[in-house]
């Protein structure tokens, strides 16, 4: 059995960011020890002989739980199943740590940090509603190094407002100075219940064409600077690539506990409801798929890497795969290497449409 990945939401935020449909609510210490206790509950209440090398603090913004809540989520976890060798993840927000909280996070076994950073401008910041600035965020990922951190990820967001080369560039090359191992890199969407969804933030959006321009332009810098795309949306120096992210590219079982987290586990799909209280009194899970994992999902995450997909694993399709392949390559969208086909970084722009036609 390939050990999985645990995957723990923290709702909380200290204020909302206009662009995120993420699940979050304001943070209150009283909240914050029932949504602990309620995860003790759901790890009390895990399988016996679950092994995992991945655990992931996402959210909401996880560096707002108090050390103490956190290091009791981590020691029942490694109460009630088999951690072996893990990678720890703990999404953090610049704006709400300090020194202190980072030296307890080496402490109590957090052994990588993702830094919601998203620009090194503190104009395109204060538009995402962010409530940091490059200079707080370049200090504390310092901070974080000096403590001993030594395997950190930062959150770039690009296709915003008046976004140019330029400064892609900047952000990119500013961030690469602090030598962190691994950057995220992700369009900017808007999303259907968000204050961004209005016609001023839409209007002023950079049109399709330019944002490709920008994907494309921030793939080459990264290669430059010595990130290697290993997913649409992910690069990192060798060795560095997220290991809890990876599972669910590669169709590996992983479970996630609190409101709004989803599970693929055991031959089932699942999911909590987007709700604190809710999660809170109950341990209801909403069951979303009882056949996870088939040919055409492979084939959709596995196209997410660059590795790409093996067509040997899918003899029902390989036919289909290769003569479809064959025509996007002349296009440029895809390249077929020994027995893999891999989207190029054009192919990643139009990816839905085509793993559209390979399912
Ligand atoms: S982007 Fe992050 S910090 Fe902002 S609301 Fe969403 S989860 Fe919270």
Redesign the pocket.
């Known amino acids: 059995m390939k050990p999985i990945g645990i995957y723990i939401h923290v709702p909380f ?1 200290a204020k ?2 206009p662009y ?1 449909d ?1 699940y ?1 609510c304001s943070y209150n210490l009283k909240s914050a020890e029932k949504y602990t206790d309620a995860i003790i509950r759901d790890i009390t209440n895990l399988p016996k002989d679950i092994y995992a090398d991945t655990i992931y603090f996402g ?3 996880p560096s707002l739980l108090p050390i103490n809540m956190l290091n009791k989520i981590l020691t029942a976890l490694s109460y009630s199943c088999n951690i072996i060798n893990p990678e720890v993840t703990l999404e953090v ?1 610049p704006c709400t740590v300090t020194k202190e909280k980072l030296f307890h996070y080496i402490n109590i076994g957090i052994n990588r940090l993702s830094f ?1 950073i998203q620009s090194v401008h503190d104009d395109e910041l204060k538009l995402l509603g962010r409530i940091h600035t490059w200079k707080k965020a370049e200090e504390i990922i310092k901070s974080a190094q000096i403590i001993g951190f030594n395997n950190i990820s930062c959150d770039v967001i690009i296709g915003l407002p008046k976004q140019n080369v330029y400064k892609i560039k900047t952000t990119l090359n500013k961030i690469a100075e602090l030598s962190v191992q691994h950057i995220s890199a992700y369009i900017l969407k808007i999303e259907e219940n968000t204050p961004f969804n209005t016609p001023d933030i839409i209007n002023i959006l950079p049109d399709d064409d330019h944002v490709s321009d920008l994907y494309l332009f921030m793939v080459k810098e990264l290669q430059k600077l010595g990130y290697n795309q290993y997913e649409i949306s992910n690069f990192s120096k060798i060795g560095f690539e997220s290991r809890h992210n990876l599972k669910y590219w590669k169709c590996h079982d992983y479970i996630g506990l609190g409101p709004s987290a989803h599970s693929c586990f055991n031959g089932e799909r699942f999911c909590i409801s987007s709700d604190l209280n809710k999660y809170i009194n109950s341990t209801e899970k909403i069951i979303t798929d009882k056949s996870p994992y088939n040919d055409d999902e492979k084939i959709m995450l596995g196209l997410r890497l660059t590795e790409g997909i093996n067509i040997n694993n899918f003899p029902n399709k390989k036919a289909l795969l290769l003569k479809k392949a064959k025509l996007f390559q002349k296009l440029g969208l895809v390249n077929i290497e020994n027995n893999f086909i891999k989207l190029t970084p054009e192919g990643f722009l139009v990816s839905n449409s085509i793993i559209n036609e390979f399912i």
């Open positions: 935020c909302k960011c995120c993420f979050s959210g909401g913004t927000n919601g």
